[in-house]
């Protein structure tokens, strides 16, 4: 069995709950206009800081995947693992959001759009998870230079086909390694970072200043756009931001290099840290449940800002961690959550 490495769980502990401060904050950076600045931009600050989360997740995945060798058929029951996950709560949210939240949503259209928009994830990682073997065969394969460009040739294509969205541009073709999304790319960027975590080029003080700057730029430019047009600004919260994609890289590299790269954790807090984790999928698939229920019944300027979202947050997660530990007490539930 692998060695845990806690600096990698460290990630997912944080990640997880900051998923949780994306989706309670963007309920609020969403009324814009009917709660105050100063809830807006408590909310806008969490948001933003929160969005290095996601981009984390595949850059796990990608750290702890791609540099391994694998047979087809151990990829092929990784694959098959999402699958009862993915149709089991995609029921869930179907019935809850057809017959609780009042939605219209038509089932028909499930391939194309998830019964509840954060399922997008397991919509991603399934086709990445698809043509894993290929990736690890080529990653086998590549030398420092390889890495070193497919990291920079990547990083400028995003950028690119960023800048060309906002201009409402979609390019005739997609750059075969990485689709049109970001994820792929994530996914990749994550095991280069681990390989090369080591590595003098970026000093640590950098990466943090990198990491701080990113942020406050976009929240920044997203405060001005915002006021500017009365209206919360969405696009420069996106994966595929330049700053988003800064922030998150910078973010797991401090992560990965903390402790010379094996961060020593005490015995009763390794216990709590793989708890955490055990769960974390399950937390992340159940979390919009309990929030979804809060909308349902209060508006966003119902609660102040400053005592909803850290409210908010903690009982999400508190109730969706117990929820999921009873779940995987149950038969089958470890293949749900």
């Given at each position: 069995m692998r060695e845990k490495n806690y600096n990698i769980e460290l990630i997912r502990t944080i990640s997880f709950i900051l998923v949780i401060v994306i989706h309670v904050t963007?309920?609020?950076?969403?009324?814009?206009?009917?709660?105050?600045?100063?809830?807006?931009?408590?909310?806008?600050?969490?948001d933003t800081f929160a969005r290095v989360s996601v981009p984390c997740f595949f850059m796990i995945s990608g750290a702890m995947l791609l540099g391994r060798t694998e047979s087809a058929a151990k990829n092929w029951n990784?694959?098959?693992?999402?699958?009862?996950?993915?149709?089991?709560?995609?029921?869930?949210?179907?019935?809850?959001?057809?017959?609780?939240?009042?939605?219209?949503?038509?089932?028909?259209?499930?391939?194309?759009?998830?019964?509840?928009?954060?399922?997008?994830?397991?919509?991603?990682?399934?086709?990445?998870?698809?043509?894993?073997?290929?990736?690890?065969?080529?990653?086998?394969?590549?030398?420092?230079?390889?890495?070193?460009?497919?990291?920079?040739l990547g990083?400028?294509?995003?950028?690119?086909m960023y800048v060309l969205s906002l201009f409402g541009i979609e390019p005739y073709y997609d750059v075969p390694l990485f689709g049109d999304r970001i994820y792929a790319y994530y996914f990749m960027l994550?095991?280069?970072?681990?390989?090369?975590?080591?590595?003098?080029?970026?000093?640590?003080?950098?990466?943090?200043?990198?990491?701080?700057?990113?942020?406050?730029?976009?929240?920044?430019?997203?405060?001005?756009?915002?006021?500017?047009?009365?209206?919360?600004?969405?696009?420069?919260?996106?994966?595929?931001?330049?700053f988003v994609m800064a922030?998150?890289?910078?973010?797991?590299?401090?992560?990965?290099?903390?402790?010379?790269?094996?961060?020593?954790?005490?015995s009763p807090w390794k216990k709590r840290i793989d708890a955490l984790c055990s769960c974390s999928f399950g937390i992340y698939l159940i979390h919009i449940l309990f929030l979804d229920n809060y909308k349902k019944h209060l508006e966003a300027e119902a609660?102040?800002?400053?005592?909803?979202?850290?409210?908010l947050t903690v009982s999400i997660l508190l109730v969706s961690f117990l929820s999921v530990w009873l779940i995987r007490k149950l038969p089958g539930g470890k293949a749900i959550t």
């Open positions: 963007n309920y609020f950076c969403r009324a814009f206009g009917k709660i105050n600045m100063g809830e807006y931009g408590f909310a806008l600050i969490l990784r694959l098959i693992r999402f699958l009862p996950p993915l149709l089991f709560w995609s029921v869930v949210y179907y019935l809850f959001n057809i017959y609780y939240m009042g939605s219209d949503f038509e089932l028909s259209e499930i391939l194309a759009v998830p019964a509840e928009p954060h399922l997008w994830y397991l919509y991603a990682m399934i086709p990445i998870y698809l043509v894993l073997p290929f990736f690890q065969a080529m990653f086998r394969g590549m030398n420092d230079k390889l890495f070193y460009l497919l990291a920079v990083t400028g294509v995003e950028i690119v994550g095991y280069i970072l681990w390989k090369y975590k080591d590595s003098p080029r970026i000093h640590t003080r950098n990466l943090w200043i990198i990491f701080i700057v990113s942020n406050v730029i976009n929240i920044c430019l997203t405060a001005m756009v915002s006021v500017g047009t009365g209206e919360h600004l969405e696009r420069t919260l996106e994966y595929g931001c330049p922030s998150a890289g910078a973010f797991f590299l401090l992560m990965v290099r903390a402790g010379n790269g094996q961060i020593r954790i005490s609660v102040s800002a400053w005592i909803a979202v850290p409210m």
